[in-house]
């Protein structure tokens, strides 16, 4: 932990506190970001940091980055964000961010949770969930949606609502909304990843293609049935979106205890699935998955094992689609045929309008709740308690 303010502190007695946090994720990486916030923060900056070109931070320095050396010699950059408020940059290894937090605290900073200073720096609670939000950003592509809104453009949108439902324009309002309402799905799942579960039989490929779209090897892969006996989740990112991978045990008439439990819990993961893929053996299609479960979530047929068709049926590639079919693609999980296709139809399924530039999307559970909210509340001719409860989040 960093060492506690005191020896070499430079803080004022009696000053309000000056906080510091860690904002990026901690462990390795290429870049750490702490932010120093509070009266004396150009104080404890300056008695640390020494610029390359030898000017310290000055008061009317907002926005100037400076590149320079820490106190022990570290390489580092500076930039005050606004008066009170410095971020530092450095190195992203725990060694690095440790000496730039040591070196603050003593100087007299407090050290404190991520949140807790954002939250107290944020002019009102859009800004504090964005702000959260982008601390748990799993993806550059989220980040850069969060930004993105966190630059005013959900807060400019949200106000306009606003200010429609103050003037008796309701009917404005609830076209707005509707719109922000429609990306709700894409607002729950910017941190919480989309749920996608491989259901089928047993020995039809289900590990094998898990391994192929999470690009690592989570899953035992074996030519002997039901390899597979609970249910195994892989984390990956699919065209820059969060997606957990869920590996079931195969659906067949196995009375075992360990196939029973595993087919239970199949079936748990089929209830919180957003996309379910029924993976075939090609050579057997519609062998199907042996329940029922499947086919009440939106469901992609995957025909896997492409490559074990006979000679004459095979070609250098697997066909782009079966138009006769259009919920059924065929792949080869071992030879890597057809993923990209696949991956495609899977975040085309998840996210079928994606964000363009300039779009305000609504970023979190909560928000996304109140906006349906907002909604019943004008359907129910009550402007005025939407009205209100949107503007909290302002």
């Known amino acids: 932990k960093p060492a506690a303010a005191g020896r070499g502190t430079i803080v004022t007695p009696g000053q ?10 901690r462990g390795p ?4 970001s702490c932010l ?3 009266p004396a923060a150009r104080e404890l900056v300056n008695h640390c940091f020494r610029p390359t070109r030898g000017r310290p931070l000055a008061a009317d ?32 290894g725990e060694a690095a961010i440790e000496t730039v937090l040591a070196a603050l605290c003593e100087a007299g900073g407090r050290p404190v949770a991520a949140d807790q200073l954002l939250a107290r720096l944020a002019p009102h609670r859009l800004a504090h969930t964005l702000s959260e939000l982008l601390l748990l950003a799993p993806t550059q592509r989220v980040a850069g949606l969060l930004l993105e ?18 003037t008796d324009q309701a009917d404005q309002a609830a076209l ?11 607002a729950r799942h910017l941190v919480t990843p989309w749920r996608v579960c491989l259901v089928g039989v047993p020995n039809v490929g289900k590990s094998s293609l898990l ?7 989570r899953a035992i892969v074996d030519e002997q049935s039901g390899t597979t006996r609970d249910r195994l989740s892989a984390l990956t990112a699919l065209d820059g979106w969060p997606v957990e ?18 087919r239970e819990r199949a079936r748990q993961a089929l209830e919180s699935a957003d996309l379910v893929l029924m993976v075939e053996d090609a050579r057997q299609p519609g062998s199907g998955t042996g329940t029922e479960a499947a086919s009440q979530r939106p469901t992609l047929i995957v025909r896997n094992k492409w490559d074990l068709l006979e000679p004459a049926a095979m070609t250098c590639q697997p066909p782009a689609g079966n138009a006769a079919e259009p919920g059924v693609l065929e792949v080869s999980a071992t030879e890597e045929w057809g993923i990209s296709r696949l991956i495609s139809r899977i975040v085309g399924q998840l996210i079928p309008d994606p964000p363009v530039a300039g779009r305000p999307i609504p970023c979190g559970q909560s928000l996304a709740d109140d906006l349906d909210q907002a909604c019943q509340l004008i359907a129910e001719g009550n402007p005025a308690a939407a009205a209100e409860l949107l503007s909290d989040w302002l």
Not at 16 to 25: D, Q, S
Not at 176 to 186: C, D, N, V
Not at 211 to 217: E, K, P, R, T
Not at 245 to 262: H, M, N, W
């Open 245 to 262: 991978l869920i590996d079931t045990a195969g659906f067949d008439d196995s009375q075992q205890p360990l196939e029973r439990a595993g």
């Open 29 to 32: 990486g290429a870049i750490a």
């Open 176 to 186: 707005q909304l509707a719109r922000l309402q429609a990306e709700g799905p894409l």
């Open 36 to 38: 120093v916030a509070g």
């Open 16 to 25: 309000p506190e000056t906080e510091v946090a860690v904002l990026t994720a």
């Open 61 to 92: 320095d907002t926005g100037r980055v400076l590149h320079g050396c820490w106190q022990t010699g570290e390489e580092l950059i500076v930039c005050q964000q606004h008066e009170g408020q410095i971020a530092v940059h450095c190195h992203g």
């Open 149 to 166: 809104q966190s630059s005013g453009l959900l807060a400019d949108s949200l106000g306009q609502i606003v200010e429609q439902l103050h």
């Open 211 to 217: 391994n192929v779209l999470a690009g690592y090897q």
